[in-house]
């Protein structure tokens, strides 16, 4: 507390130091303000900076004035030069008229270019438009040697050409705010009518090499109704700053287009003359050449169809057997193409030309069909191979099957006959030699007894019958039909029984088949590996469309160069 109270009693005196000084100094400034020599001095002071304040101001006034009536002379003396100037002007009558024609000059500055439309086969350009004329009518005497810039309003007063764009889809002046005109008069006589105009002009394409093409548009500049007697078109040859010659059309820096590349070097202008049925007429004619941007149609069109030829190959690499998965792909693949064609086409005009991206994409379109062609001749020769090794496995059964019965049908017509063979006979000619001996000599089944082997072939009929085992001859005799077996064997009919009996026997006999061959176009898809035709078109496929690919890029490439060389001395010639 005892701190407190000492840290309040210093500040309380330092206050107090400080408002007995600020007292003094006032009064202090009081008596210096107070005494007249000091007023003297501010007076003065005050009285010259009056004076300069005022000896300014009255020099603005006086150079403003000047100035303002300056300005009122020379708009009085212009009023009165342009009146005296329409007092006896004939806007309806040309200047010279009756004499030369009239030289209207024209320059062009191109303010953009585009878009250039191929379905249309037209292109748009925005440009200032001037024309420079001289009307001897319009001098006036000008000791300064100013030219009158004047509004649009005094064009109705004036004459004017009557140029216009003969080959423009549409034309149209710009009015926004104000029309955008510009009219200068000299005092010699020359007038300066410039305009802002946008033409969509014709352009004639020929696109044969699209999209690797170079196309040409011109802007053509005539007169409508003045003859070629009265009015003559040419362009305007200006100097820069430097001295150097200025192009009659000039373009600016900034234009860019969407799909193609502007050549600023290879712009052109001429001069002609046209003949009608009304006279000739004079003409003007600028072209810009325009090369096409080929990124876009790389992007858009070559790497897409490029891509889906390669999609097609895949199927080189997929089992044969699996037909859905390969059919899928390749019929997607086809209908990839048809579409990025259609897609492709759909954007340019019907024309009948084949043009260098249809080439391609027949080429591609030929791959790809290509690769579905050959999925389905694999697929038909796999089918071919399969049933031929069944056909093939089939009559070796079927031969198997027919020589097993042969055997058993011999080996029971054995057992039936119950006839005691020599060891010694062991072909089937021995057999039915001693089988026709015993013929001859009444031994036969009738001869030895036919009873004694009735009960065999009775108990064995009825299975070798349902077997197929025995001969027909014999099948009939056991059934009870009659035969010539039957009876007692004759000198006459003996014979006769040997006879059947060896062809009975020799429809027994063993025979080799054919069957167990397969046919010959058969055989040959039988030892047919199907895979191969995928090994080779893996191969074959991509190795022909890169030597296809190198064709048409060096071909196109030399047929585009030859093509601008070409169109180069042909312009050389035609200045």
């Known amino acids: 507390m005892k701190s407190l109270c000492v840290v309040v009693f210093i500040w309380v005196n330092i206050l107090a130091v400080w408002c007995d000084q ?29 004076m300069e304040s005022t000896s300014y101001t009255d020099a603005n006034v006086a150079r403003d004035r000047e100035i303002e009536l300056r300005r009122q002379a020379k708009m009085f003396k212009t009023s009165s030069i342009l009146s005296s100037l329409l007092q006896d002007y004939d806007s309806r009558l040309r200047p010279q008229f ?96 410039s305009c802002r105009v946008t033409v969509v002009s014709k352009c004639p394409m020929n696109l044969k090499y699209f999209p690797l093409d170079t196309q040409s548009c011109s802007l053509l500049i005539e007169a409508y109704g003045y003859t070629a007697k009265d009015l003559k078109l040419s362009w305007k040859q200006e100097v820069d700053e430097e001295g150097q010659p200025k192009e009659a059309v000039q ?16 712009i052109i202008t001429q001069a002609f003359e046209l003949k009608f049925s009304t006279g000739n007429f004079s003409d003007l004619q600028v072209t810009f050449k325009f090369e096409r941007t080929l990124l876009y149609f790389v992007l858009q069109s070559y790497v897409p169809a490029t891509l889906i030829v390669k999609l097609s190959w895949v199927s080189f690499w997929v089992d044969p057997r699996s037909i859905p998965a390969r059919a899928s792909l390749a019929i997607t693949t086809v209908l990839t193409m048809i579409t990025l064609m259609g897609t492709v086409n759909s954007q340019l005009p019907k024309v009948s030309n084949i043009k260098a991206l249809d080439v391609y994409f027949g080429m591609c379109f030929f791959y790809v069909f290509g690769a579905l062609i050959e999925f389905s001749a694999v697929c038909y020769l796999d089918k071919n191979r399969q049933k031929s090794n069944a056909r093939k496995k089939e009559a070796e059964k079927v031969a198997k099957e027919t020589q097993e ?19 010694n006979l062991n072909n089937n000619e021995d057999i039915l030699i001693h ?42 005799t056991m059934s009870g039909t009659p035969s010539t077996a039957s009876t007692a064997p004759t000198p006459g009919n003996v014979s006769r029984g040997a006879f059947n009996r060896q062809s009975t026997f020799d429809e027994t006999t063993p025979k080799k088949s054919n069957s167990g061959s397969p046919p010959s176009s058969l055989s040959c898809w039988s030892n047919f590996d199907v895979l ?44």
């Open 22 to 50: 600020y007292a003094s100094e006032t009064h202090r400034r009081r008596q210096e303000r107070s005494s007249p020599q000091s007023r003297t001095v501010r007076s003065t002071a005050q009285d010259s900076v009056l």
């Open 98 to 193: 009756g004499g030369e024609p009239v030289e209207v000059r024209v320059t062009i500055h191109v303010d953009s270019l585009g878009p250039i439309s191929e379905t249309d086969m037209s292109f748009r350009v925005d440009f200032a438009f001037r024309q420079y004329w001289y009307d001897k009518r319009l001098e006036f005497a000008d000791q300064s040697n100013e030219s009158i810039t004047l509004s649009h309003e005094f064009l109705e007063k004036i004459w004017l050409p009557d140029t216009y764009f003969p080959e423009s889809l549409s034309a149209n002046k710009h009015s926004v705010m104000v029309p955008n005109i510009l009219l200068r008069l000299s005092p010699d006589g020359g007038v300066l009518y």
């Open 251 to 266: 373009v600016a820096e900034s234009i860019e287009l969407s799909q193609f590349e502007f050549i600023p070097d290879d």
């Open 405 to 423: 019965a042969e055997q058993n049908r011999l080996k029971v017509l054995k057992e039936v006959d119950g006839l005691a063979m020599p060891s």
């Open 435 to 476: 089988r026709s001996s015993l013929y001859s000599t009444g031994l036969g089944m009738n001869g030895m007894g036919m009873d004694q082997q009735q009960p065999l072939l009775n108990n064995n009929s009825s299975q070798m019958g349902s077997m197929g085992l025995l001969p027909r001859s014999l099948n009939r």
């Open 532 to 575: 191969k035709i995928d090994n080779y078109s893996r191969v074959m496929f991509p190795s022909t469309f890169l030597v296809l690919n190198l064709l048409y890029w060096g071909a196109y490439t030399n047929i585009m160069n030859t093509v601008t060389h070409a169109d180069a001395e042909q312009d050389d010639h035609s200045f």
